[in-house]
């Protein structure tokens, strides 16, 4: 059952980078409204939840300091300072190598691991097993997040991917 998780993962994950390949820096951070989600928070944030994921499913990951947080964060408010972010490269290169490590990570894992409960207690009650957040992290949670690219881009003016 792993291998169509990875599969669907990969599948959203290319879906995702499609919609911001031809964007230059400055544009992933235009927001057509104040608060509006543009490409480079999205990226950094789904950078942020991978490595959350990574860590949940066992694996080492980078500790993510209160900076990353504010800017990245489910809580945290999108600005259209490119100052304030990354440039696209960088996101797009740490989001490859943080995926390989989940898919080295999950094809490591049993059946059984997928079962356990999820170690961090205030996620346990949405997700309740390992299994949980791997489906929902590594799947559903990227592709809202990339409708709203793809909503992001058509009220840019740019064409649909």
Do not use: C
């Not at 792993?2 to 669907?8: D, G, K, V």
């Not at 390949?21 to 509006?36: R, Y």
């Not at 991978?50 to 980078?62: E, I, V």
């Not at 097993?129 to 881009?153: C, D």
Request: charged share 20%.
């Amino acid at each position: 059952m792993i291998e169509p998780l990875i599969f669907a993962m990969n599948h959203t994950r290319n879906a995702t980078l499609k919609l911001v390949a031809d964007l230059n820096d400055q544009q992933m951070v235009a927001q057509p409204a104040p608060g509006t989600n543009h490409p480079a928070w999205v990226l950094g944030h789904l950078l942020q939840v991978d490595y959350r994921l990574l860590n949940l499913l066992g694996g080492p990951a980078p500790e993510v300091d209160e900076q990353w947080r504010q800017t990245y964060g489910g809580k945290s408010t999108p600005v259209a300072d490119a100052s304030k972010y990354k440039p696209k490269q960088f996101y797009v290169e740490r989001l490859a190598a943080t995926r390989e490590k989940i898919i080295a990570r999950l094809r490591a894992m049993k059946p059984e691991d997928f079962q356990q409960p999820t170690p961090d207690p205030a996620m346990r009650e949405r997700f309740p097993t390992i299994g949980h957040v791997a489906m929902v992290l590594g799947t559903w949670h990227e592709a809202y997040h990339a409708g709203q690219l793809s909503t992001w881009r058509r009220v840019q003016g740019l064409p649909a991917v």
